[in-house]
């Protein structure tokens, strides 16, 4: 009989490189051991209001409803969702990965009639196709896009998407809970009726919350809503009464150790500052690729679109994938992530997010993956992957 319950667990200190969680700061683990309050204690609406504060710099937006949604990152995805659409509206989402399947499950979930903009994956979203749907389906509530696809290592850029929708009439909902903290997402330039994102990915926290931020526009659809929202926990008014300082009304008791994580890593983002830390993402990612390169590997994505937090890697020929990433928890104690969706046993996803972004991760891996690829009958040159990471390094100036 298996009584292991009664030993006490302990965690392995784990490098992890995944799609997220991210590895967490100690100072992040530190405030999360710090005595419970009550979700009403004037002290604590002091850490919500920080919170807050520091997300609309983080989001550059000055969008007062933005908050984070006590869920993980899909949970922000329904909260746009089922507070924006009702049945019968329409949505066109763009799917150019798993994170955009799933918008458009949850859209249609929400009763709204859904069509689907799809490109292949690894591929930004096809904008023309993009302008085609919205030009056959007049009326369209909402466009839903995924900034940073993090299945395949795609970016989207944003600017042009979003002012097509918005001449159509179209909200638009933006996923970025891959690209906030390691790509620009500039909510009121670009003019992003509702973005969000998730605490473990590139803010450094562990899952739990979820920030998310709406726009005027969006707030006015919601407030001319003729049905109600079909979501108790998620529903905006709800939540935003509980966040708004001049109300404080209990929706739901708020997860206290996850907002003392959450205030402590956008603490430590606002050190230090939001464009370094989107370059120290972008210069590592560039040592990744090159060291990636030097070890014949191709990536699924074109140098145009790719990601900083998550490089995603075509497993070669005759390599059994999941056994590699087997060996690199287990010899190395280092986490990467396989594929989702089509891309399922195909790819290996090496993230360097938030805290992970760091040129030692990237040494390690690579000499890792070296190790590994070399005793599975793949040919490498030891420390070329090194040495091509350790040049990029070099030559690109930024300390991390
Ligand atoms: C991780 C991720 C999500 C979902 O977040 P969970 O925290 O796993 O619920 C949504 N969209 C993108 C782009 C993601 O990378």
Redesign the pocket.
């Known amino acids: 009989m298996n009584e292991s319950y009664f030993d006490e667990f302990e965690a392995p200190n784990r490098l992890l490189l995944g799609?997220?969680p991210c590895t967490v700061h100690p100072r992040v683990l530190r405030a999360m051991t710090q005595p419970v309050v009550g979700h009403l204690d004037p002290l604590f609406f002091q850490i919500m209001d920080d919170v807050c504060e520091m997300l609309r710099r983080v989001f550059h937006t000055e969008n007062y409803v933005t908050m984070p949604i006590s869920?993980?990152?899909?949970?922000a995805?329904e909260t746009a969702c089922v507070n924006i659409l009702e049945r019968g509206d329409t949505a066109i989402v763009c799917r150019n990965g798993y994170?955009g399947v799933?918008l458009a499950d949850i859209a249609e979930r929400c009763g709204a009639n859904t069509v689907m903009v799809d490109s292949p994956w690894g591929e930004p979203a096809d904008l023309n196709a993009l302008e085609d749907a919205l030009k056959a389906n007049p009326g369209t509530k909402m466009v839903g896009l995924?900034h940073?696809?993090?299945s395949t290592g795609a970016i989207t850029p944003l600017q042009h998407a979003i002012d097509m929708a918005h001449r159509y009439g179209a909200l638009v909902v933006v996923?970025a809970?891959?690209s906030l903290g390691s790509h620009e997402v500039r909510v009121d330039d670009w003019d992003i009726d509702v973005c969000y994102s998730?605490s473990?990915?590139c803010l450094g926290a562990p899952?739990g919350l979820?920030p998310i931020s709406f726009g005027e526009r969006a707030m006015d659809a919601i407030n001319k809503r003729s049905t109600r929202v079909e979501s108790f926990y998620f529903n905006l008014q709800g939540v935003a009464e509980y966040w708004n300082e001049t109300q404080r009304v209990y929706h739901h008791t708020s997860p206290i150790t996850m907002t003392y994580a959450m205030r402590e890593s956008l603490r430590m983002m606002m050190e230090e500052g939001i464009d370094q830390r989107h370059a120290r993402h972008a210069h590592v990612a560039a040592g990744l690729r090159a060291g990636l390169a030097a070890m014949g590997l191709e990536l699924t994505t074109a140098e145009d679109y790719q990601l900083n937090p998550i490089t995603v890697v075509k497993s070669p020929e005759g390599i059994d994938e999941a056994a590699v990433r087997g060996r690199l928890l287990n010899d190395y104690n280092i986490e990467v992530s396989g594929g989702l969706g089509e891309f399922r046993n195909r790819v290996w996803r090496i993230g360097m997010m938030g805290e992970g972004a760091r040129e030692s991760n990237v040494l390690s891996v690579l000499s890792a993956l070296e190790m590994i690829l070399a005793d599975s009958g793949y040919e490498v040159a030891f420390g070329a992957s090194v040495a091509a990471a350790q040049r990029s390094f070099a030559n690109n100036g930024i300390a991390s």
């Open positions: 799609a997220g869920a993980t990152g899909t949970g995805m994170f799933r995924v940073a696809e993090t996923d809970v891959t998730a473990q990915k899952p979820a």
